[in-house]
């Protein structure tokens, strides 16, 4: 930018210029720029000390082009109008609004940005904000426009729209397999090495819950590892610590990278179900609706 500034006459100049040539008069320009006749000759005569040239053939009334000035006229004309025809094009365009999007950080980490990319393909120009927080949104109202949640579906000041139940299956890593014969009855996990997420945040399904499902009887063994955060949890099953209970929706990535299997086909439905929300202190702009109608679609895919 500085090396075009060292090349180039002010645009004052410029305009002052491009007005004289058109009208081939300093104190018409003048007029038509709203300065006086003495400010557009100074101008110009700053364009030609700058270029080494004569534009303009300076009569006792009149003033004519050189050759030189018709030639630098046309192309400074020239510029000109496409530099206001590109300004009026990004004025005219619709501004884009930024669209928040909050979500755990297990959420936004396991789900949402593995699918963004199909988002941008769809709709380019969206502008989207990720915002990962494991507060509560009730609590974060102001600070976001769309929100995913997962739990019981009654949160003050959101308005909830259903997408999904949530569903947990074991899982742990190919590598964790190895060696060992296949899983072929639930009570075959009783023997394996489990993990528990505790999360005080979330009643999380506990291994005894889910023996229970799947119709074990106890006693039922205790974890051979506990970790209090939701990618930890998969994480420690990637590392081959063990056996996890896995969120399904939070899992498709893993399973098509191969970083994590199903142990057991046997899955056990949550208390808690996946809501898209929305504040109700704003309404939601049409870019927002356009993420709203986008997310909903996925997970109901």
Known sequence: ?????????????????????????????ADELCVTQGAVSRQIREIENALGLELFL????????????????????????????ATEDVVARPKARQVTVAATTAIS??????????????????????????????????????GIQYGHGRWQDLDETYLCAGEVV???????????????????????????LDDKRMDWVSW?????????????????LRVNDYTLLNKSAFEGHGVALGMKQLLDE?????????????????????YLVVPRVRPLSADGRIVQDWITSQFRK
């Open 1 to 29: 930018m500085l090396r075009l500034k060292r090349r180039l006459p002010s645009l004052n100049a410029l305009l002052c210029f491009e007005a004289a040539g058109r009208h081939l008069s300093f104190t018409r320009a």
């Open 58 to 85: 300076r009569g006792h009334r009149s003033v004519t082009m050189t050759d030189d000035g018709r030639r630098y006229h046309h192309a400074v004309t020239v510029a000109l109008e496409h530099l206001a025809d």
């Open 109 to 146: 980490m396991h789900w949402l940005l593995p699918r963004l990319p199909d988002l941008h393909a769809q709709f380019p120009d969206l502008d989207v904000q990720v915002l990962a927080s494991d507060a509560e949104l009730s609590t974060l109202e102001d600070t976001f426009d769309i």
């Open 170 to 196: 074991p899982v742990c890593s190919p590598n964790f397999l190895r060696g060992r014969a296949p899983f072929k009855q639930a009570s075959d996990l009783l023997e394996q090495p489990l993990i528990q």
């Open 208 to 224: 005894p819950a889910w023996f229970r499902a799947a119709g074990v009887d106890g006693p039922y063994p205790n974890p051979a």
């Open 254 to 274: 893993h399973f098509e990278r191969n970083w994590l299997v199903v142990a057991h086909e046997c899955s056990l439905r949550t208390d808690f179900s996946f």
